[in-house]
């Protein structure tokens, strides 16, 4: 038997928790009267526990960090996005607390002049000073990765022979990235990161490689004599199988 | 809905403070990656629309009208960009009824987690209009109020719709034995 529309309305509002007492009692006296209304009622209120029971998801880990990274930077005067900017504008005090405390930022940014192409396999004792980032313009290229184990977002600057790659990313396990530039004159000139540890680094002739695990920033300094046009190519590995494989480009048209 | 504390970081995020549009992505990244994967079920394509709505209410919070809830504001987005990624993707043409169309004699009683995998099946049977307040009503608990105000319209079509889409859940349950 069809069941009034009213009490149909009547019964999905009740089970809604949105009745008021007049129609709740003229529901009930409805019910009482009706096999059909208990069992409509009966199966919406089965079908309302199912739904309400249905699990929560949850998001990516990496997600927020992906957002937060495609978030542009307010009060900024030129496209400036990047881990240097950051470093030395507004936040600067931030950074430079830690720089006082001396446990939260390792950097290790050499000279030019004091260095070779030979490899490194271990720069943590590396001294020096900070090129002016004001030399520093927009972001040449950027790529942002959104991977099941490494996601955020990889920027490539530069500033007359010097090359910056702009690292911030989150991995949810270790991750190796290896980044190989096509022309072997460039050379690897120093790395700054933002953490005290959890970034390793090796480098030799066309090639730094990495380890992290985490929400890491930091950068990688090349230096390219003459500004020339180059590509970096990077991989990223998961117990030694590539996971992910992208590549920036420097064309010095600028 | 609103947290006590959300017109403050709101007022500050327009001024571009990054950190109180942590704080909002915070408290509502989960919500909005759970309604947009109720209405597209896929995780893929979950992520993809949540990063797009907070995207989208960062570019706008100029539009945004402060003397309003910013749940509605923010579930509304997420609900159309849901609706677009729906009708970019063509999605409903690809349903997957696998878990839906599992035969099953009559009389034969579903288990909790049967009934939840046909209920999610039988949820993307239905259009995205009556997802939406399925959505809105059993996975946000809005009230019908709420839901009238996300959806800006009436609340006697927020019931009809509500009504309907349980309605048409009942049915494909029973169609796949799962009720």
Same mark, same amino acid.
């Given at each position: 038997?069809?069941?009034?529309?009213?009490?149909?309305?009547?019964? *999905?509002?009740?089970?809604?928790?949105?009745?008021?007492?007049?129609?709740?009692?003229?529901?009930?006296?409805?019910?009482?009267d009706s096999?059909?209304?208990?069992?409509?009622?009966?199966?919406?209120?089965?079908?309302?526990g199912?739904?309400?029971?249905?699990?929560?998801?949850?998001p990516?880990?990496?997600?927020?960090?992906?957002?937060?990274?495609?978030?542009?930077?307010?009060?900024?005067?030129?496209?400036?996005?990047?881990?240097?900017?950051?470093?030395f504008?507004?936040?600067?005090?931030?950074?430079?607390?830690?720089?006082?405390?001396?446990?939260?930022?390792?950097? &290790?940014?050499?000279?030019?002049?004091?260095? &070779?192409?030979?490899?490194?396999?271990?720069?943590?004792?590396?001294?020096?000073?900070?090129?002016?980032?004001?030399?520093?313009?927009?972001?040449?290229?950027?790529i942002?990765?959104?991977?099941?184990?490494?996601?955020?977002?990889?920027?490539?600057?530069?500033?007359?022979?010097?090359?910056?790659?702009?690292?911030?990313?989150?991995?949810?396990?270790?991750?190796?990235?290896?980044?190989?530039?096509?022309?072997?004159?460039?050379?690897? *000139?120093?790395?700054?990161?933002?953490?005290?540890?959890?970034?390793?680094?090796?480098?030799?002739?066309?090639?730094?490689?990495?380890?992290?695990?985490?929400?890491?920033?930091?950068?990688?300094?090349?230096?390219?004599?003459?500004?020339?046009?180059?590509?970096? *190519?990077?991989?990223?590995?998961?117990?030694?199988?590539?996971?992910?494989?992208?590549?920036? *480009?420097?064309?010095?048209?600028? | 809905?609103?947290?006590?504390? %959300? =017109?403050?970081?709101?007022?500050?995020?327009?001024?571009? %403070?990054?950190?109180?549009?942590? $704080?909002?992505?915070?408290?509502?990244?989960?919500?909005?990656?759970?309604?947009?994967?109720?209405?597209?079920?896929? !995780?893929?394509?979950?992520?993809?629309?949540?990063? +797009?709505?907070?995207?989208? @209410?960062?570019?706008?919070?100029?539009?945004?009208? !402060?003397?309003?809830?910013?749940?509605?504001?923010?579930?509304?987005?997420?609900? +159309?960009?849901?609706?677009?990624?729906?009708?970019?993707? +063509?999605?409903?043409?690809?349903?997957d009824?696998?878990?839906?169309?599992?035969?099953?004699? !009559?009389?034969?009683?579903?288990?909790?987690?049967?009934l $939840?995998?046909?209920?999610?099946?039988?949820?993307? =049977?239905?259009?995205?209009?009556?997802?939406? @307040?399925? @959505?809105?009503?059993?996975?946000?608990?809005?009230?019908?109020?709420?839901?009238?105000?996300?959806?800006?319209? !009436?609340?006697?079509? @927020?019931k009809?719709?509500?009504?309907?889409?349980?309605?048409?859940?009942?049915?494909?349950?029973?169609?796949t034995?799962?009720?």
């Open positions: 038997m069809a069941i009034e529309q009213k009490y149909v309305d009547l019964i *999905n509002a009740d089970i809604d928790g949105e009745i008021t007492a007049a129609e709740q009692a003229d529901l009930q006296a409805f019910l009482a096999v059909d209304g208990r069992e409509l009622h009966a199966e919406l209120m089965t079908l309302n199912a739904l309400d029971a249905l699990e929560e998801q949850d990516p880990p990496y997600l927020r960090h992906v957002i937060m990274s495609r978030i542009p930077t307010q009060q900024v005067k030129r496209q400036t996005d990047g881990f240097l900017y950051s470093m504008m507004s936040p600067v005090l931030r950074y430079a607390g830690s720089f006082a405390a001396g446990a939260l930022l390792m950097m &290790s940014v050499i000279g030019s002049d004091r260095i &070779s192409d030979t490899a490194f396999d271990d720069v943590s004792g590396l001294v020096g000073t900070m090129t002016d980032p004001a030399a520093l313009g927009p972001a040449d290229d950027k942002d990765i959104t991977q099941n184990t490494v996601a955020g977002t990889i920027s490539l600057r530069s500033a007359g022979s010097m090359l910056v790659l702009d690292f911030d990313l989150m991995a949810s396990e270790k991750i190796d990235i290896i980044a190989d530039y096509t022309d072997k004159t460039i050379w690897f *000139n120093g790395f700054a990161q933002l953490e005290s540890s959890g970034t390793s680094l090796s480098a030799e002739t066309g090639r730094v490689s990495l380890s992290m695990e985490g929400k890491r920033r930091y950068a990688v300094f090349l230096h390219n004599e003459g500004g020339r046009e180059t590509t970096v *190519n990077l991989r990223f590995k998961v117990d030694g199988e590539v996971v992910h494989e992208a590549s920036l *480009n420097f064309t010095p048209s600028r | 809905m609103d947290k006590p504390d %959300d =017109t403050k970081l709101i007022e500050r995020c327009i001024k571009g %403070d990054r950190q109180a549009f942590e $704080s909002l992505l915070l408290q509502y990244e989960k919500p909005v990656y759970n309604a947009a994967y109720r209405m597209l079920h896929s !995780p893929e394509d979950a992520r993809d629309v949540t990063q +797009n709505v907070f995207l989208k @209410v960062y570019q706008n919070f100029g539009s945004f009208d !402060p003397s309003r809830r910013f749940f509605s504001w923010i579930y509304r987005i997420t609900l +159309n960009e849901s609706i677009n990624w729906i009708d970019k993707a +063509n999605r409903l043409t690809s349903l009824h696998e878990t839906a169309d599992q035969g099953r004699g !009559p009389g034969q009683q579903a288990s909790a987690d049967e $939840s995998k046909g209920l999610e099946a039988a949820l993307m =049977t239905i259009k995205a209009d009556y997802r939406a @307040v399925i @959505v809105l009503k059993h996975l946000m608990g809005c009230s019908y109020g709420e839901i009238g105000d996300i959806l800006e319209i !009436p609340e006697k079509k @927020v009809s719709r509500l009504f309907t889409a349980r309605q048409l859940l009942k049915d494909e349950l029973t169609r034995g799962m009720h």
